[in-house]
Structure formats: C-alpha cells, structure tokens
C-alpha cells in the first residue's frame, strides 16, 4: 500500500490513536494518562543517554528525538502535556534532565522548555498526515529541532553571560550532524509504522 493511501486511511490521527481502548470516558482518560506519564518516562530515560561535547555546556543526549517521538506519537495536546510533566517532575528535583540534572538553574533547562513547545508542534504537523511519509517526517523532525534551538540557545547566552555567537557556537553547531541523523532515523521509523499498522 502506498503512502498516500495510508495518510487518507485515517485523517486526523496520530500513531497513538491507533492503540485499542474502551470508549468510556474513564477508558479513554487511563488511556491519555498513561500516554503521557510514558511520555514523560521516556524522555526522562533518552536524557540519561548522554555524551559531553568539549567547550560546551550542553551534552548530546536522546532527549530531544524522544519528545519528539513523543509528539509526533501522542499529537500535539498529549504531546505537550507528557514533556509538561518531565519539565515539572525535573523542575521540582527528580534528577532525570540530561546528565541526571534537575532543577531550573541549568544552562540547558531552555532545551527543556523549547521540546514542549516542540512536541507540540509535530504533535499537531502529525495529526494532519505530517509522519507518513520520509520526506515530510524529516521536515516535521527538523522544524521541532529549530525550535528547541530557538528557545535554547538563547536561554543558554542568557543564563551563562555567553555572547550570542558563543552560545550558538557552543549549543548549537556541534549538535546539527546528530540532528540529520535523528531526522533520518525518524523518517524511517514513523512511516514504517503507519504502514504496518494499516496491515
């Protein structure tokens, strides 16, 4: 079956709408919750994944494929709500930002803030057919990485005296190649599962 016969299958849904549950109110509610907290989860869990980049603050982590995933899995309400909920429980001092931090003092806490707003930006480009196809999956996933950049690289100038050029030399550059790569793995992954789900 072809891409586009899978994106008219099902208008208005994302991968997680697929998930079988009752209709009742309070079946459709676990269901949203658990969504979320195993959003939440699993951001939390690709954060520990982690390697220090030289001269930079900010490690290359998961973090940012998995809020990702998880917009694009969850949509743009259940998206946001899950990375909400990260951002709070490492807010309030669970140790399960990059590195095992927590707390809002970090230089990449605006990372943190930009991958909400980012979930649910593929969260909402997904409903509307954004992850079932390579080429529009790679563009969904680097639009969500812009914008985490546009909210981090300036919170991180900001919260270390850096020049804006430094922060971006030091947030930003060194991070663009695994973000080509996070995209690629998207572009694979997402479509493959709206394929196999239409079986």
């Known amino acids: 079956m072809s891409t586009a016969a ?24 676990l269901k949203s919750t658990a969504l979320v907290l195993g959003g939440a989860a699993l951001t939390g869990i690709a954060a520990q994944i982690a390697l220090p ?17 998880v917009g694009t899995a969850l949509g743009a309400r259940r998206g946001f709500l899950a990375l909400a909920v990260y951002a709070l429980a490492g807010m309030a001092g669970m140790p399960w930002f990059a590195e095992g931090g927590s707390g809002m003092s970090m230089p990449s806490f605006g990372y943190v803030i930009g991958l909400m707003l980012a979930s649910a930006a593929v969260g909402a480009l997904a409903r509307r057919g954004a992850d079932r196809s390579m080429l529009r999956t790679a563009g969904t996933f680097l639009l969500g990485e812009a914008i985490v950049y546009a909210v981090g690289v300036p919170y991180l100038a900001l919260s270390t005296g850096m ?29 493959t599962a709206w394929k196999l789900a239409d079986k």
């Open 163 to 191: 020049g804006l050029t430094a922060a971006i030399a030091a947030g930003l550059t060194p991070f663009l190649i695994g973000d080509v790569l996070k995209a690629a793995l998207a572009m694979g992954a997402l479509p």
């Open 53 to 69: 980049v030289p001269g930079s603050p900010v490690p290359v982590t998961g973090q940012t494929f998995a809020a990702l995933l």
């Open 6 to 29: 899978v994106t008219t299958a099902r208008p208005g849904k994302v991968l997680a709408d697929l998930l079988p549950a009752s209709r009742t109110k309070s079946a459709v509610a």
